[in-house]
């Protein structure tokens, strides 16, 4: 591994707790990580694994894909456990460790359905997921092993692993996966084994994309080498799957061919392609990026794993890179268009993540196609590792939010690292630092593109030198037991406008810090909340909630409510110059993004029209 | 049949010269035909009914619809052949027929697919198109005898047909087609023969939906009874060739549960669902309806033969109603998101007729499933059929353009109607009657919903009554040959706006009569249209272009020209309260939106800003 890219900083090593994640995650883990066992166990998920060993009767149950759900769960348990050990979690783990084991095939070979189905392997590599199952087993086994030292769930990967080392290759069998998600995993698993086995699989599955091997289609991510994509197109989780695993391949083989089309492919999306939740990926047919500001708010498609896999990109993106403007994306996606994919109680779910809803979008106790439920818990379980990173100059802080970090600077030099903060409600951050012993590193501090005002104070003394939104503030210095670093970000609330070519020319969203608002009928039942105009001086104010939707920062402003009695049944009408919109003035309440859809059922607007 | 609803005036009795539709119709038959035959020959469709009957050797080649393509071929062919004599496509008909014939079993069984495929007969209705394929044969089967005389094809429908009957029923087998359109074509089988059975088997069709026979799902049709639909929704042709067999089915039985749910459905569609082309079914996914206002313009699907079934439905409310706010529809259909559909040359296609375009979505010279272009081929080949109805009254002219109707009032009286127009490109309308005796009806006037101002003349005097815009307005008099009704239309250039929850809020469309107008980059190639902003006191005029596609009346106008600069790469920015948008004034072209990529590849808007 090259040593001029950031170092990750295990989850294991970071405990949340309060502020504004603790609590998300802490029902990640008491309520949503046992919820979602009961339903594979209802669903036949796991019953796929003990008929597959034969120690159940009956036929396989379910979608092809349904291992991966298994396996996530797996990822998501283990990671918790990683952090916050729980005997009673810790057996459900291992019993259903020793269920997968049981259904493995002699040469190493694991997926239920081909299995029970007694199809032949590895002969639909386009539609079948096998190797994407696969991928998900080894993350699942790297995980489980990093958090419990154990080898159980190891060991079956590494045999299947091996299994589909032998078979693909350059010389070997010809192939690439219709769902990338492989490479990523074969990537972990060569970095915690060294087994170049896998990094040369992971290399040839990515090498082989673009050949038609898989279809040649844009579904697939097959209908063009990745090399030479100028557009990110096609089905958006597949699309940011194949960036992460191609960004970790970058990293372990420093071929810049792979950057150049990373960094091509990440300004296609950012600039013309992402809601400004962070979600991707517009389209329902083929759950597919759309053209160029192809971004429609009700048909949203946005689905919640594209932004998990749009998470896992940007953040390799910044490790490879240093850049803040990553960590503006990971940070805009992991509070909106992620985070609204679950609900406040930890138990429903978005699959599709809209920015107007007349109120038939709503959440899902679950799905038949269920990938989003366990990789919502998967990222949350480990969610500290995105925390921080480390250098050779020091550590770097990439999210802001009530913690504990312990960090191995060096071998021998350990630092504790307390955030105490209620972001991002609040931009205050008060940062204490303990190295075992005096040390001499560089804090760098992410100052959100979004923030135009921030003051850094060390040990109460403010910084004269004025940071930049969109970078990392390095303060370098002698650190001590106990010095604090006080980070002040403003917290405006501003209102955003979309580029003219989309269909949001003429409306305002409203932020404030990482959070997009919006407005929802529950906070004004009188009125159709679809009539809300706001005025060109649109002004709210930030209003602390302890009682509304958990705990959170509402924001109150004055709006206009359109007329709308001259549309009545009509559709269209005569245009007469008759200057404003009839409209009398209210107020309106906006509230977080991720917040919506955890009420009564109503209408949702995150793009307000101006009068 | 009832004498309350209007009669049809047969396709034949009206020959449609010179003014607008002269030429389209000219080219449908000259070029579009051949060409059409050229592409059925090229692609098996003609081959799988030679295979079938053995005459062949080979495989079924094609999608399993394919068979009715050619039957939709056969009835736009049919269709000319009654109006335009022409050995070579007589020759070229019969041959076919007779190819057709051998292709048909001996119990009266006719679908290539089935008998190559060996597949089993009506096992799966929901998919497989059978009873569609089946439909569509005796829809041309219906136009051919009407055309010729001749009973080639009709036996061969009928044959098949009372299969159908005896296989399907009450009693008998119980089922619905995946793909409504059978009822249509049993309909109108009915109305030739007057065999009972016909109509019962539609009836039937139509009562067994939303059983969930064929899945019970939206795509269907399927998920409710029809009679039950609040809402139309699913698959946007499917509902409306239901819509149309069910008015058919309506207007036999008088069944009134049948058009209350098709009054409820019409007015869902045009109040909440249907472009301003008239374009219908906005999602790509499913091909389907969306929710209500549910109508972006980049990704709009409106699928041309979605239009064209929307044609069959309001033409036959029209006829159950009199009420002419279904000729509006009709004629907004015909003018814009159906005509949109075929290119000028009359060899090249649109499937879905977006309202924006970035320049991507290109008309293509066939389709692997080409519902599309014979359909176009069959509505233009009978056109003439839309233009009259007759009632005990007298006569009603829904369309208006260049043309010679020959009209039976009664068993012996007979009507000439020469209508000499440019309409829509003038509002000027001369009508030319000649009775073959002195007569006395009502003539009925359709005055346009869009038409604010009209005056009506009889043989040059002032008719003093002001006719009410969106009714028929009844002309009773004796009326003696060579008597002149001359018609004026206020051809208007009109800027509309859509309902405030469409996402065209701030937006204007132009339109001038029934023609809604667009700008395309080939009028503007110096500028980037997606720039161009409309002033609020927004005015345009017509100018009449001989050498422009083909002849039009082209709108020019005032604009301005939005200066983008600050945006380059950015997709968000912050709002400032700057007041209006930068931007330049400019002069713009627009052309109306049938003509549309005619030429070289460029944008194209038809909703446009307002500054």
């Known amino acids: 591994m090259s040593t001029e890219y950031l170092q990750p900083v295990s989850w294991k090593q970071v405990q949340i707790e309060g502020g504004f994640w603790g609590p998300r995650?802490?029902?990640?883990?008491?309520?949503?990580?046992?919820?979602?066992?009961?339903?594979?166990?209802?669903?036949?998920r796991i019953d796929n694994f003990r008929r597959a060993s034969g120690r159940k009767k009956g036929e396989y149950e379910g979608a092809f894909f349904n291992d991966?759900?298994?396996?996530?769960?797996?990822?998501?348990a283990s990671y918790s456990l990683g952090v916050y050990p729980d005997k009673e979690l810790e057996n459900k783990v291992d019993k259903l460790i020793k269920e997968i084991a049981s259904a493995q095939q002699e040469d190493g070979y694991l997926n239920t359905y081909f299995i029970l189905k007694k199809e032949k392997r590895f002969t639909n590599l386009k539609d079948k997921h096998e190797l994407y199952c696969a991928g998900h087993l080894f993350e699942a086994a790297v995980a489980h092993h990093k958090a419990t030292g154990e080898k159980s769930l190891l060991n079956i990967a590494t045999r299947f692993a091996d299994l589909i080392y032998q078979i693909f290759g350059p010389g070997k069998r010809e192939g690439t996966s219709g769902h990338?998600?492989?490479?990523?995993?074969?990537?972990?698993?060569?970095?915690?084994?060294?087994?170049?086995?896998?990094?040369?699989?992971?290399?040839?599955?990515?090498?082989?994309?673009?050949?038609?091997?898989?279809?040649?289609?844009?579904?697939?991510?097959?209908?063009?080498?990745?090399?030479?994509?100028?557009?990110?197109?096609?089905?958006?989780?597949r699309a940011v799957y194949l960036m992460s695993g191609a960004a970790d391949v970058y990293r372990q083989t420093g071929d810049k061919t792979l950057m150049d089309?990373?960094?091509?492919?990440?300004?296609?999306?950012?600039?013309?392609?992402?809601?400004?939740?962070?979600?991707?990926?517009?389209?329902?047919?083929?759950?597919?990026?759309?053209?160029?500001?192809?971004?429609?708010?009700?048909?949203?498609?946005?689905?919640?794993?594209?932004?998990?896999?749009?998470?896992?990109?940007n953040y390799r993106m910044l490790q490879l890179t240093k850049e803040a403007k990553y960590t503006d994306i990971m940070e805009k996606t992991l509070y909106n268009g992620f985070l609204s994919g679950v609900s406040l109680n930890g138990k429903r779910y978005f699959y599709q993540n809209p920015l107007q809803s007349n109120g038939t979008h709503q959440r899902a106790n679950w799905f038949k196609t269920a990938c989003c439920p366990p990789n919502i818990a998967r990222l949350l379980a480990s969610l500290g590792?995105?925390?921080?990173?480390?250098?050779?100059?020091?550590?770097?802080?990439?999210?802001?939010?009530?913690?504990?970090?312990?960090?191995?600077?060096?071998?021998?030099?350990?630092?504790?690292?307390?955030?105490?903060?209620?972001?991002?409600?609040?931009?205050k951050i008060n940062i204490k630092i303990f190295p075992d012993a005096?040390?001499?590193?560089?804090?760098?501090?992410?100052?959100?593109?979004?923030?135009?005002?921030?003051?850094?104070?060390?040990?109460?003394?403010?910084?004269e030198e004025i940071p930049i939104p969109g970078s990392y503030f390095p303060l370098k210095r002698e650190w001590i037991k106990g010095d604090n670093v006080q980070l002040n970000l403003s917290m405006s609330i501003d209102f955003l406008k979309m580029h003219p070519y989309s269909s949001n020319n003429g409306r305002l969203a409203i932020s404030?810090?990482?959070?997009?608002?919006?407005?929802?009928?529950?906070?004004?039942?009188?009125?159709?909340?679809?009539?809300?105009?706001?005025?060109?001086?649109?002004?709210?104010?930030?209003?602390?909630?302890?009682?509304?939707?958990?705990?959170?920062?509402?924001?109150?402003?004055?709006?206009?409510?359109?007329?709308?009695?001259?549309?009545?049944?009509?559709?269209?009408?005569?245009?007469?110059?008759?200057?404003?919109?009839?409209?009398i003035p209210i107020k309106i309440i906006a509230v977080p993004y991720f917040t919506w859809a955890n009420r009564k059922i109503g209408k949702m607007m995150v793009w307000i029209p101006i009068v």
Chains 1, 2 share one sequence.
């Not at 883990?29 to 669903?43: A, C, G, K, N, P």
């Not at 991966?68 to 998501?76: C, I, P, Q, R």
């Not at 590792?385 to 802001?400: A, N, Q």
């Open 25 to 44: 995650i802490q029902t990640n883990r008491e309520v949503t990580l046992d919820y979602q066992y009961e339903q594979m166990e209802r669903t036949g």
């Open 68 to 76: 991966s759900d298994v396996y996530k769960w797996l990822e998501a």
């Open 180 to 237: 990338p998600e492989i490479e990523i995993a074969l990537m972990k698993l060569y970095w915690l084994t060294k087994n170049r086995c896998y990094l040369d699989t992971a290399k040839f599955f990515i090498d082989r994309r673009g050949k038609g091997l898989v279809g040649g289609n844009e579904l697939q991510q097959d209908n063009i080498p990745f090399r030479k994509q100028k557009e990110i197109i096609g089905h958006a989780v």
């Open 261 to 313: 089309a990373l960094v091509r492919l990440w300004e296609n999306t950012v600039q013309k392609k992402m809601y400004v939740t962070g979600g991707i990926g517009s389209r329902y047919k083929g759950e597919a990026f759309g053209e160029d500001y192809e971004l429609p708010n009700d048909r949203a498609y946005a689905e919640t794993c594209a932004s998990i896999g749009s998470i896992f990109w």
């Open 385 to 427: 590792g995105y925390f921080y990173s480390i250098s050779r100059e020091g550590v770097w802080i990439h999210l802001y939010g009530e913690s504990r970090a312990t960090i191995s600077l060096t071998r021998d030099r350990k630092i504790v690292l307390i955030q105490k903060t209620n972001y991002p409600w609040d931009g």
């Open 438 to 463: 005096q040390t001499s590193f560089t804090l760098f501090l992410r100052i959100p593109g979004w923030c135009q005002n921030v003051e850094i104070s060390v040990n109460s003394k403010l910084i």
């Open 512 to 583: 404030r810090g990482p959070l997009i608002y919006c407005i929802e009928t529950a906070d004004q039942p009188n009125i159709d909340i679809f009539n809300v105009l706001l005025p060109p001086d649109v002004k709210f104010s930030p209003h602390f909630e302890h009682n509304l939707l958990g705990e959170i920062i509402a924001l109150q402003g004055n709006a206009l409510l359109r007329d709308n009695f001259r549309w009545k049944e009509k559709l269209y009408r005569t245009y007469q110059n008759q200057g404003r919109t009839k409209a």
